[in-house]
């Protein structure tokens, strides 16, 4: 094996595959990148068995061949190094990373084992980068990092026609976007994905402008501009018809106002929410009256003017999900409606101003007497 | 107390009483900021009963006063408040911070046992801002941050005419610098100051041109450009000859080259340097060549174009002693001298071309026969 590559290039190449893939695996090569060079360039592949990611690099090959090495050696090498162009040879049980005053000698990890990274499955439509990004994230926000039970963890992307229905939640908010996409198989998506994959998958594909949809049965994941990221699915029900009766608001009172504003605010009362972290929204008087107190930060009380509909009302939340239920709306208006007792408050732009039709569920808190 | 005072600028000294005084002190109004109003505008102070900060802010004065507050709180309000001013009122057992939608209400402190910050010690002399943070920043890198014994995490700070001495060393590395100062007093400076606030301190005076030196026989600090911050010195004796014989080296061979140049090439060979964090520099042949070398990392040789005098010669370092030697002079030539046997590398710029005389030393490692 014998490539030269531009070194950029190959370096934003490698720091891809980092952050896509999980952090420490328990088998040594599932921590490394394949590199496959060809005459053209050299492809980038990684696998922990669960999850697949290939990227391709143009380069002039001198000779075809593969290595794995270490993912992070490799990423840390070539983003350190700041000759424009490297050399990438196979040498006995190194992978040289050579500059023209420089040789970066990297182990080849032992294959014994190992399965080489899998192909994607078959392409089922294609959406929009940015539409992707701006309806994924937010979503995949609101499933848990760390719950016991895998659906808090994961988002269901299931398609409807020509919308693509993401929804995610671990028990105490919830969120539902329905970005346009284009399918191109009869069959659809219908899959249940790992939300902190999900989010960083959209993420890469932002700047792309069609992304490929590819799934199966037991596998999801995406295609851009020479990246392809896949991984399996998790075999569980989801409650669709449950949750989807959820956004069905009936509202006591609604509030229309600038996201980042109210976000501002509840962030400078989150200072005087103390360790429970509870801020509280007042809805009348042409405001939202946003207050945190605590017997040691002492309190705050400020007015966001808003268009108010509906009788004085308020309700108290965790703060951290009233910011996380907001930011999918920074930089335009949010509509917050609030129902009877403890029903979810639902957070959305002002009706047909969205074309990612995001919604977000907040449970507020039920409060004690003495509260 | 009530005063009306620009929102950006109250914000600025708060947070600098934040970064300049230590983080969780036992006594709680010691986390505090005593806020005093007069005609003018307000003082921030505050005190741990070892170290002082004090800021002044104009403003417009309503009625006099002070208030014990908070530090954090108050640092963490009035940077996240958006209107260009706020009012600040006493109001029985708080103090409210105002704005013309909002009202931020922080407990008053208890003061029982508190001593209200005291007045900085007479100035002894004046230095460049720019200049001190120059020569402290880097001495004070070369000290302990938890060293068992007071004089390893402390800077020496001694006036000899007019120069400013400042030596540290935690015994593996050690640094001096001697800038020139202007004195004012005959008494001159003598004392152990620590390291981490003399280096806060030196950062935070870098914007101001004549920063005035305050000192007595118990306390050492600065003033400049509103903001003045003492506390007191360590009284230990600091073995001053003993310490200036070590800066006399009698070099085997010396390599000239540029200071980032190097520290690139020491961060690249850190990469395959392992746990241990071992790297190698060796002089000859018109290069400098840094290796590092790891049975699970690999290995890595770059060369270094440098201007070398004397033999062959080559001696292994801690990567991270070295890049924080290298990164007092990046930006421009460094001149490393290598001596006999395990006795210290001297770094400097070449002779005669730094206004701070920073020279710092680092001890090479006594490696075991197999190595």
Partial sequence: MQTTVVTARLAEAAALLVRLMPG??????????????????????????????RVRVPGFGHEPGAALVSRRGFAATTAAIDSAEIRLMAEGSRLAVRTPNARFALPLLDRV???????????????DGGLLRSAAVPVAGAASQKDALPIFTAVRVRSEGDRLELVATDRFRMAMAAPAW??????????????????????????SGDVAIHADGDRFGFSFGGISVFGHVLAQAFPDDQVRRLFLAEPEAEAGLDAGELAGAVERAALYAGARG??????????????????????????????????????????????????????????????????????????????????????????????
């Fill in 24 to 53: 420490r695996p328990a088998f040594a090569a599932h921590a490394g990148v394949l590199l496959t060079a060809d005459d053209d360039g050299i492809e980038l592949a990684a696998t922990d068995g669960e999850l697949t990611a």
């Fill in 278 to 371: 509870r801020v509280s929204l007042q809805l009348g008087g042409g405001v939202i009256m946003v207050r945190g107190s605590d017997e040691q930060a002492g309190e705050s009380e400020e007015s966001v003017k808003a268009t108010v509909r509906g009788g004085l009302i308020s309700r108290t939340y965790q703060a951290r999900y009233l910011l996380d239920a907001l930011r999918g709306f920074t930089g335009g208006p949010v509509v917050l409606r609030m129902q009877a007792g403890i029903r979810p408050t639902v957070f959305a732009r002002p009706e047909g101003a969205d074309p990612r039709e995001l919604r977000y569920l907040v449970v507020p808190l039920r409060l004690a007497r003495d509260e």
């Fill in 113 to 127: 084992g190992y399965t080489p990274p899998a192909q994607p499955p078959a392409v089922v439509g294609t959406i």
């Fill in 182 to 207: 284009s399918p191109a198989a009869p069959a659809g998506v219908d899959a249940l994905v790992p939300a902190g994959f999900l989010a960083e998958a959209a993420r890469q594909a932002a700047g």
